[in-house]
């Protein structure tokens, strides 16, 4: 059984490439400190890529150096634009998800009289019901939520609970249909006391 060798780390590739020996000019002895430091950071990928890079800037061929450095750099500005693109696409993905759950909602809370001692709080269901059961299944635990809320701030409050049904009757001979609007409110109110 044959075992492949294993392959160096980045910190390992990057002793090596400190044992490049500095030029007597100071500028080249930059340009592969900067080399060192892009391939640290990830933006030269392969070692082959930085050695090269520091063997010419070694060998004063600064015109192939130019050329090899701008390739990468060009490369590293790709990658950074898609995935800036990527973060902005996955951003617009999320404000979309947003909207599209508020719109999934049941209903819409409207409060009145919010500061007095005995605000409404409606709840406008979205949806179509054809029975009450369904919609009180719809809205009671939001209910339940304002009453406790309402409670924390007060220790003992009334609770009228009240509905307002919209009846819908299909008109005869092709006529629009009529709407007619009940509200009804419950007979004895709950008193609610916190504890």
Do not use: H
Not at 32 to 37: A, F, G, M, Y
Not at 65 to 87: G, H, M, P, S, T
């Amino acid at each position: 059984m044959s075992s492949k060798p294993r392959a160096k780390t980045r910190q390992e590739n990057l002793q090596l490439l400190n044992t490049f020996e500095d030029t007597p000019n100071a500028s080249r002895n930059i340009l592969i400190s900067t080399v060192k430091q892009m391939y640290s950071r990830g933006s030269i990928r392969t070692y082959k890529e930085a050695a090269t890079l520091i063997k010419l800037a070694q060998n004063n061929e600064m015109a192939k150096f130019d050329e090899r450095y701008n390739q990468i750099e060009a490369a590293a500005n790709v990658k950074l634009a898609k995935q800036q693109a990527k973060e902005i696409k996955q951003e617009e993905a999320e404000d979309k998800l947003t909207v599209t759950e508020k719109n999934m909602s049941r209903y819409i809370v409207r409060v009145k009289n919010k500061k007095s001692e005995l605000p409404t709080f409606e709840l406008d269901f979205k949806n179509e019901y054809t029975d009450f059961n369904a919609a009180w299944k719809s809205g009671v635990v939001r209910l339940i939520k304002l009453a406790e809320s309402r409670i924390e701030e007060k220790p003992n409050i009334k609770i009228v609970i009240g509905m307002e049904v919209i009846i819908i009757k299909p008109g005869e001979d092709g006529e629009d249909m009529k709407q007619q609007s009940m509200p009804t409110l419950c007979q004895n109110p709950f008193i609610a006391k916190k504890g």
